[in-house]
């Protein structure tokens, strides 16, 4: 089960994973907690789809589903809805509230609950979130790991969270977050991309998050994924509001990432199995023969 926070993150962070675990036979859920209602328009080519419009928090929660559908499909996944509201990304100085009703201003509890009875539901023997900082300060970034976070912890204790007529109590056996944009991966295939005298996308992120001291969390887990790079790009392009497909996604010729960094990088966060880091499956010490 991996968790997300806005229609096309399950795209952007661990896509790869996702569709190779799923061609594997793997079940695969994608959780995404909002409608991404409030994103911006990030594709300068981008046109509505007929029948829509994009000017209304309805309207752009409509066109989103469809996307997302188009994404799950290409990555091979199932997909669901939390059914929460986009908090938005609040900007200025200093920042505006968030809007009434949004995802980043419920309590744990009221967020966390259907979560929890879909993890009691679907039963995954491993999740996947976003670190505690959200992997950047978006409010419903941060409140999916929060969210995230408790299901794992409460799902499996029948005296939490309890829904009469509910699933059976159900406890994960791993929690990893993503590390979509690590340091490593970035510096990798900036100097890579030097190297062969092209220009890389990366440096103004490596020079930026140097400048701000952001630190580099460890990653434990790196799932070989090179061949679901396809996967991965025809679910970011699905997201046709958001993902330019002249832009910096696509920056990277493909032969070199797969060459430099062919792998998709996660932090073991907890496991109730016995497991031995560095991992390079996020099933290691789950699947039989490791037990």
């Known amino acids: 089960m991996a968790v997300h926070a806005h229609p096309d993150d399950e795209s952007s962070k661990g896509a790869a994973t996702t569709a190779r675990y799923a061609a594997e036979g793997v079940e695969v859920l994608v959780v995404t907690c909002t409608g991404g209602e409030r994103g911006d328009v990030l594709n300068p080519s981008f046109e509505v789809p007929a029948g829509h419009e994009f000017d209304t928090i309805e309207g752009r929660r409509a066109v989103r589903r469809l996307e997302m559908a188009a994404a799950a499909e290409a990555l091979g996944v199932r997909q669901t809805w939390l059914g929460f509201v986009d908090s938005g990304l609040p900007e200025g100085d200093p920042l505006p509230p968030l ?100 220009e890389s996308p990366f440096g103004d992120w490596i020079e930026s998050r140097a400048a701000r001291e952001i630190p580099e969390r460890e990653a434990t887990t790196h799932v070989a994924v090179a061949d679901y790079f396809p996967q991965r790009d025809a679910a970011l392009v699905a997201h046709a509001s958001q993902i330019d497909p002249d832009g910096f996604f696509f920056a990277v010729p493909r032969d070199i990432e797969a060459d430099v960094w062919p792998t998709e990088e996660y932090e073991l966060a907890d496991s109730r199995v016995p497991t031995s880091l560095p991992e390079d499956d996020l099933f290691a010490g789950v699947r039989e023969g490791d037990r």
């Not at 929060?146 to 794992?152: D, G, H, L, N």
């Not at 309890?162 to 100097?191: C, D, I, Q, T």
């Open 99 to 198: 809007p009434e009703g949004s995802f980043g201003l419920l309590p744990l509890d009221e967020a966390a609950a259907p979560l929890v009875e879909l993890v009691r539901e679907f039963r995954p023997h491993v999740m996947t979130t976003y670190d505690p900082s959200g992997g950047y300060p978006h409010p419903d970034h941060i409140k999916c790991h929060e969210v995230a976070f408790e299901a794992y912890q409460a799902a499996g204790d029948g005296t939490r969270y309890v829904v009469e007529g509910g699933a059976e109590p159900w406890e994960p056996l791993k929690l990893y977050y993503n590390h979509g944009f690590s340091m490593a991966r970035m510096r990798a295939v900036h100097e890579a991309m030097q190297g062969a005298g092209l």
